[in-house]
């Protein structure tokens, strides 16, 4: 059985010292921040959080270790973060045109009811660029795993094994946030994976690094592509969910029809709405998802079809576009 507590935001409601205290951990716990970049080692605040049991992975310096002493593996990274680039421009464009004519079709009047259909093959068209961008990105993952394998680079072994020693002394692990493309490309490159029995708690990025659809979102965003945008694959730890950080800041809530296109097209996934304050605990394992209490709410868990068990509490977008608590089974 496994634990995976998903936080919202901590800069401005700090929930991850007394969360981690009622876990009642006495081993030493890890901690990933390199989403934090050049940051990374002020890491002071949160190892207070942590009782003073919190010992720093340091991804991101070991991976600028790793590009300053191996030119081979320096290229490669770079050669991949260019062709991501250039795919997302066009990714971008086509993902653009989609959701464009997802709008047409909504605000078309249907004499003769035809509308659900054309709105439903409108949003499968939006899912066909999705697929097709998940594809080309897994192709280029392909690309650099070959480019920076340990056979290929020693240094990266080296690093791979120290942090592998340490995460076998750690009972639990904290993901914090930040950048969340800098937070996937160090745990890729280090083939970084969490044990079952590890207690994992993440916000923000973090908690985008579990699921295994990250997806970018900022319905506000002053240019560029306002839908939301899928951007890599998470760890999988928390298959089925797509966790959706600062919301209430980020997503046009009050508008169903959007939130419910939202939904449908993710309509394999619980959308999981992490604002300020939000704790939400998974007790999980591979075979059976997931199933536990948010903070606030009943014990239990819901599902909805073939959807993942999402624990009771939970604030969760729905199919129709509204906004619900998950309720207790």
């Keep these: 059985m496994s634990t995976t507590i998903l936080l919202g935001p901590q800069r401005f409601t700090t929930t991850v010292g007394a969360v981690v205290r009622s876990l009642d951990l006495t081993g030493r716990i890890a901690m990933v921040n390199a989403g934090w970049e050049e940051r990374e080692a002020d890491d002071f605040e949160l190892a207070g959080h942590l009782d003073g049991r919190g010992v720093n992975l340091g991804l991101h310096h070991r991976m600028t270790d790793v590009l300053e002493k191996d030119e081979q593996v320096a290229t490669a990274l770079r050669e ?12 971008g464009i086509r993902l653009q045109s989609a959701m464009d004519a997802v709008e047409a079709v909504a605000h078309r009047t249907s004499l003769h009811d035809v509308r659900p259909w054309a709105a439903e093959a409108a949003i499968e068209s939006v899912r066909d660029v999705d697929k097709w961008y998940a594809a080309a990105v897994a192709e280029l993952h ?75 979102f900022h319905d506000f965003a002053p240019h560029g592509v306002t839908a939301a945008e899928l951007h890599d694959r998470g ?10 950080p600062h919301a209430k800041r980020r997503l046009r809530l009050d508008d169903r029809e959007h939130m419910a296109r939202l939904a449908r097209r993710f309509v394999e996934h619980r959308l999981l709405l992490l604002d300020d304050g939000a704790v939400v605990r998974f007790h999980h394992d591979a075979a059976h998802g997931a199933e536990g209490g948010a903070e606030g709410g009943a014990e239990g868990a819901a599902t909805s079809g073939g959807a993942p068990v999402v624990p009771a509490g939970a604030r969760v977008v729905q199919a129709d576009g509204h906004v619900s608590v998950v309720q207790a089974a």
């Design 235 to 244: 760890l999988g730890r928390l298959p089925g969910v797509i966790a959706l």
């Design 142 to 216: 392909a690309s650099l795993r070959a480019a920076t394998s340990p056979d290929s680079s020693g240094i990266i072994g080296w690093h791979r094994g120290e942090i592998g020693a340490v995460l076998a002394e750690c009972e639990g692990v904290v993901v914090a946030g930040g950048n969340v493309r800098v937070l996937l490309e160090t745990l890729r490159l280090f083939d970084v994976s969490f044990r079952p029995e590890q207690v994992v708690v993440a916000w923000s990025a973090g908690a985008m690094a579990l699921t295994d659809e990250v997806v970018l």
């Design 80 to 91: 991949f973060r260019e062709s991501v680039d250039e795919l997302r421009a066009f990714y």
